[in-house]
């Protein structure tokens, strides 16, 4: 079993940075893959960016590339998603989740972090 817990989220203006945190606590193998995602008011939940626990970034959404940076500190357990030059666009509750392999479907999830971007 991996608990996952994200913190980090707040109220920000466009153009501010924060930076998600993702603690996983529990059996964490070098196969598993952690993603990062949102969903805001009325929208499908979408997949903003993933890592696997080596540290390959496997994919980004394309509006964050160059301004969101997946990472991760394996002596932590913890992934990380640096958000700089937040727009209102970015607005949603941010989920990491965590899945066993790269074809597996994502098992474990956080209860989410709300990240608001004011224009």
């Known amino acids: 079993q991996v608990r996952v817990v994200e913190s980090g989220g707040g109220l920000v203006q466009a153009g501010d940075s924060l930076r998600l945190s993702c603690a996983a606590s529990?059996?964490?193998?070098?196969?598993?893959?952690i993603g990062w995602f949102r969903q805001a008011p009325g929208k499908e939940r979408e997949t903003v960016a993933a890592?696997?626990?080596?540290?390959?970034?496997?994919y980004q959404l394309d509006s964050v590339k160059g301004r969101f940076t997946i990472s991760r500190d394996n002596a932590k357990n913890t992934v990380y998603l640096q958000m700089n030059g937040l727009k209102p666009e970015d607005t949603a509750v941010y989920y990491c989740?965590?899945?066993?392999?790269?074809?597996?479907?994502?098992?474990?999830w956080g209860q989410g972090t709300q990240v608001t971007v004011s224009s």
């Open positions: 890592i696997s626990w080596s540290g390959v970034t496997t």
């Open positions: 989740a965590v899945r066993p392999g790269y074809t597996a479907p994502y098992r474990y």
């Open positions: 529990g059996r964490i193998f070098s196969s598993y893959m």
